[in-house]
T-cell receptor
Framework: AQSVSQHNHHVILSEAASLELGCNYS??????LFWYVQYPGQHLQLLLK??????LVKGIKGFEAEFIKSKFSFNLRKPSVQWSDTAEYFC??????????FGQGTELSVKP | GAVVSQHPSWVICKSGTSVKIECRSL??????MFWYRQFPKQSLMLMAT?????????EQGVEKDKFLINHASLTLSTLTVTSAHPEDSSFYIC??????????????FGPGTRLTVT
């Protein structure tokens, strides 16, 4: 079955540290990939998306992600995190049925 | 950006009663809406796809007679949890797909509804 997996369950960083959250998807062919963020008590917001073209995608709030087809990966990065980045991060992809499926989520805690 | 609202934001009900949750797309029309369920510290699990004017399609393992979905208009979908039990307690999130663009259809998420069944 098509799936999205995130390897990091909980990441704890200090402010100004660099961030990389892993995401892998299980299927080949055309992929549409997303990263969403869920701040405490708030709804899901789209950080960035990849459909085609440049594999390095820049999103909002200084986040970026790189699509590496050979590794089936779409890792999220940020060079310097802030306390306000504390949130739950979800990687997602459209499956072949056109439905958005999510990874397990990664909780990011940034210490001031 | 587009806004999706849910009502109520939280609800407490007694075991055996039914609860209706509304999902509205406020500034766009959505022929397709989705209902997800999220357990604490876990991911969003797709429950069903709600299609305006037709029956919803349910994911494997989701009881369609327990989770009734009605998508009566292009801006409203409802999820009714029938004969609720404590194990139905969860966070329910709806999402609406904006199909007004060309090619890519973005999904927008509601703020969620916290259901507690006592």
């Amino acid at each position: 079955a098509q799936s999205v997996s995130q390897h990091n369950h909980h990441v704890i960083l200090s402010e100004a540290a660099s961030l990389e959250l892993g995401c892998n998807y299980s299927y080949g062919g055309t992929v549409n990939l997303f990263w969403y963020v869920q701040y405490p008590g708030q709804h899901l917001q789209l950080l960035l998306k990849y459909f085609s073209g440049d594999p390095l995608v820049k999103g909002i709030k200084g986040f970026e992600a790189e699509f590496i087809k050979s590794k089936f990966s779409f890792n999220l990065r940020k060079p310097s995190v802030q306390w306000s980045d504390t949130a739950e991060y979800f990687c997602a992809a459209y499956n072949q049925g056109g439905k958005l499926i999510f990874g397990q989520g990664t909780e990011l805690s940034v210490k001031p | 950006g587009a806004v999706v609202s849910q009502h109520p934001s939280w609800v407490i009900c007694k075991s055996g009663t039914s609860v209706k949750i509304e999902c509205r797309s406020l500034d766009f029309q959505a022929t397709t809406m989705f209902w997800y369920r999220q357990f604490p510290k876990q991911s969003l699990m797709l429950m069903a796809t709600s299609n305006e004017g037709s029956k919803a399609t349910y994911e494997q393992g989701v009881e369609k007679d327990k989770f009734l979905i009605n998508h009566a208009s292009l801006t409203l979908s409802t999820l009714t949890v029938t004969s609720a039990h404590p194990e139905d307690s969860s966070f329910y999130i709806c999402s609406a797909r904006d199909q007004s663009g060309v090619g890519y259809y973005e999904q927008y998420f509601g703020p969620g509804t916290r259901l507690t069944v006592t």
